[in-house]
């Protein structure tokens, strides 16, 4: 990917070809700036709130997980095709070591078909499903005392454990924080936030981060703004010094809008929504795009 290169910073415009789009943000970590070839010209209609030199030092990066860190395999975070179905085994193994009795049908109708039926208002209601009452309600179906969160983990284990780093996150997440930049994950998740947390520390990409945000926990998903304005807030920082990393405009790009924070888009098939202020084909890119 071609990148133009502002204030000191390498840029990749999110719109390639689009005029003037270099002249959108700038992605500083220092207030450096290089040498300019030509003299400026004076305009009187200029805004200095639009000049990039004058926006404030990038000190934060909040960045999205499925897509942009890890690859999920399936764009929402929950098992899938090969890995459902041994996870579904493996509840209804669980079960059955638990006293109780419950088939694979049992579980759509107990289980997985209403959660299915309140995940698909999470666009509406702004907030994650919670698995509680569907748990709750396979218990008492299949007669075990098992707690809600062993039911889920047995579905949700081979699933879990095959979720693997994209190429060149890592490296980009740790130049990022010797860069000495405040890291924080904000993620659209629809199982407890334990589950991924688990995931990012067997992977060892955890201790990059100063916080980790799933909306399965917080109430809140994304697009609206309060993950990001709570991550923000708990590391001190002002949202002109944070830029926000996601692969999904729709979400990712529009909770960076709502948020006030610079907004980068990790390129993928998700293009419905807001304008990214830069556009980068992999976080191995982001690095270069902030000047670190």
């Known amino acids: 990917m071609s990148s133009d290169r502002i204030e000191g910073v390498g840029v990749s415009p999110a719109s390639p070809g689009a005029e003037g789009v270099s002249d959108a943000l700038a992605l500083a970590v220092s207030g450096e700036a290089e040498a300019t070839v030509a003299e400026p010209v004076d305009d009187p209609t200029d805004d200095p709130e639009d000049d ?12 999205d997980m499925g897509g942009v860190i890890l690859d999920l395999g399936e764009a929402r975070g929950l098992p899938w095709g090969e890995l459902d179905r041994q996870g579904r085994e493996a509840l209804v193994e669980r079960i059955a070591n638990g006293g109780g009795r419950a088939g694979e049908h049992d579980l759509d109708r107990w289980l997985f078909d209403p959660w299915r039926r309140g995940y698909a208002r999470r666009r509406r209601t702004g907030r994650e499903e919670p698995w509680g009452p569907h748990l709750a309600r396979l218990q008492r179906s299949a007669g075990v005392e098992i707690s809600r969160g062993g039911l889920l983990e047995a579905w949700a284990r081979p699933y879990l454990a095959e979720i693997r780093v994209l190429p060149g996150a890592q490296e980009a997440l740790s130049r990022l924080v010797t860069a000495d930049l405040s890291l924080a994950l904000v993620s659209n998740v629809p199982m407890p936030g334990s589950f991924y947390r688990r995931v990012l520390e067997r992977q060892g990409l955890a201790p990059f981060f100063r916080r980790l945000l799933f909306s399965y926990d917080q109430g809140s998903r994304k697009p609206g703004p309060m993950m990001l304005q709570r991550a923000l807030s ?29 907004t980068v888009w990790v390129e993928s098939p998700d293009v419905d929504g807001p304008e990214p202020d830069r556009a980068i084909a992999s976080l191995a890119e982001l690095p270069e795009l902030l000047g670190v």
């Open 52 to 63: 990039p030199s004058e926006r404030a030092e990038i000190r934060a990066v909040l960045l």
């Open 234 to 262: 708990s590391m001190g920082i002002d949202p002109d010094e944070a830029v926000m990393v996601g692969d999904r405009r729709s979400t990712d790009i529009a909770a960076g809008h709502a948020a006030g924070v610079r």
